[in-house]
């Protein structure tokens, strides 16, 4: 299995960003997909996920009504679009893949998804 995101870039504050997840090496829909980031000097954490194979959605409380994950089977992508970006979600995002369901508690923890792909760097700035 192998993940590369895209679509990171230079955004103002209130903007719009649309990340990508290339998904390959297997079928998607058998895997549930998380989004997380990392800014500097912070831990990873948890954005979003999209769980097989009802596609459920789940946000973490900090881009809860701005971010929408949605997945395209067809085209074995994942996206994550942001809307009403703020400088605090810069960082570098991560798409991660892992096999299955998750439980509802495990969603977005990073030590449960088994593939990652490169990160893609977002920055919120004026």
């Known amino acids: 299995v192998q993940l590369q995101a895209s679509g990171g870039g230079l955004v103002q504050p209130g903007g719009t960003l649309t990340l990508s997840c290339a998904f390959s090496?297997?079928?998607?829909?058998?895997?549930?997909i998380g989004w997380f980031r990392q800014a500097p000097g912070k831990e990873r954490e948890g954005v979003s996920i999209?769980?097989?194979?009802?596609?459920?959605?789940k946000y973490a409380d900090s881009v809860k009504g701005r971010f929408t994950i949605s997945r395209d089977n067809a085209k074995s992508t994942v996206y994550l679009q942001m809307n009403d970006l703020k400088p605090e979600d810069t960082a570098v995002y991560y798409c991660?893949?892992?096999?299955?369901?998750?439980?509802?508690?495990?969603?977005?923890?990073?030590?449960?998804?088994?593939?990652w792909g490169q990160g893609t760097l977002v920055t919120v700035s004026s």
């Open positions: 999209i769980s097989r194979p009802d596609g459920r959605t």
């Open positions: 991660a893949a892992r096999y299955g369901r998750l439980v509802y508690s495990a969603q977005l923890s990073a030590a449960h998804y088994d593939y």
């Open positions: 090496g297997a079928t998607l829909d058998a895997y549930s």
